[in-house]
Structures are given as C-alpha cells and as structure tokens.
C-alpha cells in the first residue's frame, strides 16, 4: 500500500497513475481481508486504511495542494506564504478524521476479534 505514495506528482497523469496503483494494492489487500475476516471486516479494514496513511496523503494532500495553489513538489513551497495555513489544515484534517473514524473502527475489529475467538474456544470444548 506504501507504493504508490513514493511516486512524485507533478503532472495530473501521475497522479491519476499513482490513484490507480493505490486502488490495485487496496483492492487486493481489501479482497485478503473479505476473505479472513468477512465483509464486516473488510469495510473497517478499508476505513483505517483511508483514515490512516493512503487516504491522508493521496486525498487531504493533493486536495489541499490545489486549494491552497500550491506545487505538488514541496521543495518549491519555500517563502511561500501558503505553507503555514497548508500544514495547520492538513494535520487538523488527518486529525479529525482519526478521532471521527479511529476509535470506533478499532472497537469493531476488537469486538469481532473477540468473538471469533469465543467461537473458537466453544468449539475446542466439544
């Protein structure tokens, strides 16, 4: 899932490539999770890769990039006035994601992790 975030966008044709290597490697890893743990699973899977690191950087920052009108290669953001304003919006946006999304996807997996393994134990005292 990291890959795709190590290619530079400079152009809107590597970043719809690096959108599309993001929806490949999450397709397979979401396809690995439904298999393990069920469609329930998957869904939060999916949600904690999009709040966490994949989501933060190839939606908050690129959508942020142009709203502050700003170049997508950061060594050209300095003595910009953008910048400062950029990283306040950028962290508080990860930041309120996590604390909406975070919390309650943890509690479902644990909650399904606990179960499962309940299941388990009923089934090793037959």
């Not at 999770?33 to 469609?39: I, V």
């Not at 479902?108 to 499962?116: A, G, M, N, P």
Request: charged fraction near 15%; proline fraction near 2%.
């Amino acid at each position: 899932m990291i890959v795709p975030l190590l290619v530079q966008v400079r152009t809107k044709h590597r970043c719809l490539i690096r959108l599309a290597l993001f929806f490949a490697f999450g397709f397979a890893t979401i396809w690995g999770a439904c298999n393990f743990d069920g469609l329930k699973g998957m869904l939060c899977y999916v949600l904690l890769v999009f709040v966490t690191y994949g989501g933060g950087t190839l939606f908050v920052f690129d959508w942020l990039t142009m709203h502050f009108n700003l170049d997508s290669d950061i060594s050209k953001w300095k003595m910009t006035d953008a910048v400062i304003p950029f990283g306040a919006a950028f962290f508080y946006t990860l930041l309120a994601r996590e604390i909406l999304l975070y919390p309650f996807l943890t509690c479902s997996l644990e909650r399904k992790l606990v179960q499962d393994r309940e299941i388990q134990r009923a089934g090793a005292q037959r």
